[in-house]
């Protein structure tokens, strides 16, 4: 069983940065953000799989988040230039039956296996 805590959500003003971590129990190699702003559904944000080279992004992040990962399990969002459209709470979700993430079905709430319990993020104008 995969636990995620995440941890780095706050409050920003517009164009500020945040960086959230997720801390895995355990490697797995599909990761991904997802976000869920007030009274909407929940949407992925960017995913991983394997190394850095590997990466998906919702395209109204490209150029401001970036997802990385190191060699200890941890997950992490680096979202800067942070807009108010950014707001909602943030879940870090895991997929451990390795296997390969597809530019059409990284976004997939379904695709992943354990979700943290989600870190809030706030942009104010």
């Known amino acids: 069983q995969v636990q995620l805590v995440e941890s780095g959500g706050g409050s920003v003003q517009t164009g500020g940065s945040l960086k959230l971590s997720c801390a895995a129990s355990?490697?797995?190699?599909?990761m991904g953000w997802f976000r869920q702003p007030p009274g909407k559904e929940r949407e992925g944000v960017a995913g991983?799989?394997?190394?850095?080279?590997?990466t998906y992004y919702i395209d109204s992040v490209k150029g401001r988040f970036t997802i990385s990962r190191d060699t200890r399990n941890t997950l992490y969002l680096q979202m800067n230039n942070l807009k108010p459209e950014d707001t909602g709470m943030y879940f870090c979700?895991?997929?451990?039956?390795?296997?390969?993430?597809?530019?059409?079905?990284?976004?997939?709430?379904?695709?992943?296996?354990?979700w943290g319990q989600g870190t809030q993020v706030t942009v104010s104008s």
């Open positions: 355990q490697y797995t190699a599909a």
């Open positions: 979700a895991a997929d451990d039956r390795f296997q390969p993430l597809f530019s059409g079905t990284w976004f997939d709430t379904m695709r992943y296996t354990h």
């Open positions: 991983i799989y394997g190394s850095r080279t590997n």
